[in-house]
């Protein structure tokens, strides 16, 4: 709905107070980015993956984005740094390393609105950590909608939704939810307790 593939059969998709329908689909997908839970890179070096993103981004710029999201030094450890040649799909990267990089291809573009759909679902512990790092920084002074199931990433959100069945059933932000009673202060207790 917010890409607008689907326009509402009742009420209305607002984001910052503008209905979207009044929008026209290419400019508001222009301020739009998705990192989706499967990160897709195409043939072509790390940069090259990176600078899709803003295709008239400097060297420096490519770097920027990257470090801003933890992915910097993995990519020097590749054979040729951002000139390695990942294949299609990123066959010569992991998959935690692809979502790296695809966050790094979402922070150069500087979207006004990024979906974040299970995102972070793929990465591995050390890389986790990485992106949790970096997220801060990609999701700073825009809209971002976060779906997700790490507790690890809804934490970093202003204001978290529960639903269950299709209904919003808590609404509110983490550390309230947290220390409530309802289903969103169950599963973190239950994360908690699983990390030790």
Known sequence: LISRFYDPTKGRVLLDGID??????????QSIVMVTQEAYLFSGSVADNIALGKPEATAEEIEQAAMAVGAHDF????????STDVNKRGG????????????????????AVLILDEATSSLDVPSERLVQQGLKSLLAKRTAIIIAHRLSTVSI????????????????????????????????????????
Do not use: N
Not at 75 to 82: C, H, K, N
Not at 161 to 180: A, C, T, Y
């Open 75 to 82: 990519i020097l450890s590749l054979p040729d740094g951002y």
């Open 92 to 111: 010569r990267v992991s998959s935690g390393q692809r979502q790296l990089i695809s966050f790094a291809r979402a922070f150069i573009a500087d979207p």
């Open 20 to 29: 979207l329908k009044s929008v026209s689909s290419t400019d508001l997908r």
């Open 157 to 196: 959100a202003d204001r978290v939704l529960v639903m269950e069945r299709g209904q919003i059933i808590e609404d509110d932000s983490p550390s309230k939810l947290i220390s409530g009673s309802g289903k969103f202060s169950k599963m973190h207790k239950a994360w908690r307790e699983s990390l030790v």
